[in-house]
T-cell receptor, first 112, second 114 residues
Framework: QQQVKQSPQSLIVQKGGISIINCAYE??????FPWYQQFPGKGPALLIA?????SEKKEGRFTISFNKSAKQFSLHIMDSQPGDSATYFC???????????FGTGTSLTVIP | NAGVTQTPKFRILKIGQSMTLQCTQD?????MYWYRQDPGMGLKLIYY???????DKGEVPNGYNVSRSTTEDFPLRLELAAPSQTSVYFC?????????????FGAGSRLTVL
């Protein structure tokens, strides 16, 4: 059973466009929602994270939008660049323990 | 600043062989994890450890074993390798700060079972 559902599986965006990746969860015990970025041949690395007490978090061109009532959160990449081409994973972690549940990943390609 | 180091980077096994994937971290993190990554499936937790001497099963533990004799090392043992274990394996670690941890991943170990 997939604890965190992620879509789309792949995404192609023109340079300068907005990339949007969506995730949904069911477990109300989740209270920490990070996004990880993975380049080919590398391990994932933390990009940005949010807790459910805020509806939005922005870091540079990257923004997380969080809808607690809908149990959904999304990553927006503004002014997408070819260097943003990577696989993006959303994840969720409960308020007790240190397990992380990952989405299935989104392969983003930004076309010059 | 090495972070999380995994060896080997690549390995080909024959069905039925055994091997150990090594993972070492130099950040004094209490929590360590093993994930496998398969195309379209994301990262699945195999085993994790909250400290030396303590391990627990994750989502997909069958066919694997782990041990945690020191804070730094968390090896993953594959017994009787099967084609279904062909995957990329990632080790990760984090500090024990419930709810807001940053996972530091290794570079991965690509295993092929033929």
């Amino acid at each position: 059973q997939q604890q965190v559902k992620q879509s789309p599986q792949s995404l192609i965006v023109q340079k300068g466009g907005i990339s949007i990746i969506n995730c949904a969860y069911e477990n109300t015990a989740f209270d920490y929602f990070p996004w990880y970025q993975q380049f080919p041949g590398k391990g994932p690395a933390l990009l940005i994270a949010i807790r459910p007490d805020v509806s939005e978090k922005k870091e540079g061109r990257f923004t997380i939008s969080f809808n607690k009532s809908a149990k959904q959160f999304s990553l927006h990449i503004m002014d997408s660049q070819p260097g943003d081409s990577a696989t993006y994973f959303c994840a969720a972690s409960p308020n007790t323990g240190n397990q992380f549940y990952f989405g299935t990943g989104t392969s983003l390609t930004v076309i010059p | 600043n090495a972070g999380v180091t995994q060896t080997p980077k690549f390995r080909i096994l024959k069905i039925g062989q055994s091997m150990t994937l090594q993972c070492t971290q130099d950040m004094n993190h209490n929590y360590m994890y093993w994930y496998r990554q398969d195309p379209g499936m994301g990262l699945k937790l195999i085993y994790y450890s909250v400290g030396a001497g303590i391990t627990d099963k994750g989502e997909v533990p069958n066919g694997y074993n782990v041990s945690r004799s020191t804070t730094e090392d968390f090896p993953l043992r594959l017994e009787l390798a099967a084609p279904s274990q062909t995957s990329v394996y990632f080790c990760a670690s984090t500090e024990a700060n419930a709810g807001a941890n940053v996972l530091t991943f290794g570079a991965g170990s690509r295993l092929t079972v033929l």
